[in-house]
């Protein structure tokens, strides 16, 4: 029997994972908070999620085709769909379409095919669209409808949301935590319900997509600076689980902060990572002009990657240690 020798590159061994498995998974996570963004934001919510979806598709489609020149095209693994989900769960749902089309440009274009496409981008797309937007358009993109107006879009009536009553110091005012946790408040659309969110979390580790490690050390971190802040003066200072429950802390924990291209490796990076997000999320939102923080957290900590994977490698197998 003759012998050969097969010489190849790792991996050698693979489980039957791929992207398109993980992409599409994660988006049936997103289907419980898309479901709970219509029943509280109604017409409003599918219109801005649909133009979010379609742009994303066309842009990175025609990119593709007719900018990079590649043959093969690439929105049939889901990551622009996923992109898109997620920029328009960080959107409110009066937002006007042309906005929601230069968000979709500038995360898709920008965000992810500048850097040569999905694996290579260093920044989370969907935030780079949404940051964008928030810059550009401050007005138009803090401007939160009301939940209960279900045929309503372009003319809802807004309201503040819980972040800018914390921010104004009107803790009385802020809705029931049991309200805040079913969804029925103001804010993005796919950030309001934590049952919502925390049931695609479960879905998510039952099918191995992510692990605890990030979106723990994000809520961990969270809840902990907020309730020392909260025993220092309950009076100023909301209870921390309000903190947990408002905004888009479960949101960027669970689906943003964990995207396998921006976020580190191994688990003493994702601890780290998630423990920094979660201290500059807290910051921002006690000490800086923004209600809300966790877009920019994100984004600042998206660029430290490099360095947490650098410093928390494993030893080469046979080292030995000084």
């Given at each position: 029997m003759e012998n050969k020798l097969i010489l190849s590159t790792s991996p050698h061994l693979h489980n039957g994972d791929t992207v398109e498995r993980n992409m599409y998974n994660v988006i049936l996570a997103l289907i419980p908070a898309l479901i709970a963004s219509f029943l509280f934001f109604g017409v409003g919510s599918l219109v801005v999620t649909l133009a979010s979806v379609v742009s994303c598709v066309f842009f990175e489609w025609s990119i593709t085709k007719y900018l990079l020149k590649r043959d093969r095209s690439t929105i049939s693994d889901g990551s622009a769909v996923l992109t898109g989900l997620l920029l328009a769960f960080n959107l409110p749902s009066n937002l006007p379409l042309y906005i929601i089309v230069i968000g979709s440009l500038v995360a898709i274009g920008v965000g992810k095919m500048t850097f040569g496409g999905l694996g290579n981008n260093p920044f989370n797309p969907a935030l780079v669209g949404?940051?964008?937007?928030?810059?550009?358009?401050?007005?138009?993109?803090?401007?939160?409808?009301?939940?209960?107006?279900?045929?309503?879009?372009?003319?809802?009536?807004?309201?503040?949301?819980?972040?800018?009553?914390i921010k104004q110091g009107a803790i009385d005012q802020l809705p029931p935590l049991g309200q805040m946790f079913l969804g029925n408040t103001g804010g993005c659309i796919g950030e309001v319900s934590v049952l919502a969110l925390l049931i695609g979390f479960a879905w998510l580790l039952h099918k191995k997509v992510i692990t605890w490690h990030i979106p723990v050390s994000i809520m961990v971190t969270v809840f902990v600076l907020a309730g020392v802040m909260w025993l220092i003066n309950p009076e100023t200072y909301?209870?921390?689980?309000?903190?947990?429950?408002?905004?888009?802390?479960?949101?960027?924990?669970?689906?943003?902060?964990?995207?396998?291209?921006?976020?580190?490796?191994?688990?003493?990076?994702?601890?780290?990572?998630?423990?920094?997000?979660?201290?500059?999320?807290?910051?921002?939102?006690?000490?800086?002009?923004?209600p809300e923080g966790m877009s920019f957290a994100i984004l600042i900590m998206n660029s430290v990657v490099p360095l947490l994977d650098n410093w928390c490698k494993p030893k080469r197998f046979g080292e030995v240690g000084k």
């Open positions: 949404r940051v964008f937007l928030l810059v550009s358009f401050p007005a138009k993109m803090t401007t939160w409808p009301v939940t209960g107006q279900l045929t309503a879009y372009a003319d809802a009536v807004t309201g503040a949301t819980p972040l800018a009553l909301a209870n921390p689980l309000y903190h947990l429950c408002s905004g888009g802390v479960m949101l960027g924990a669970i689906f943003m902060a964990t995207d396998y291209v921006t976020s580190p490796m191994t688990g003493k990076g994702q601890i780290i990572y998630g423990i920094c997000i979660g201290l500059l999320v807290m910051v921002i939102r006690l000490f800086g002009s923004y």
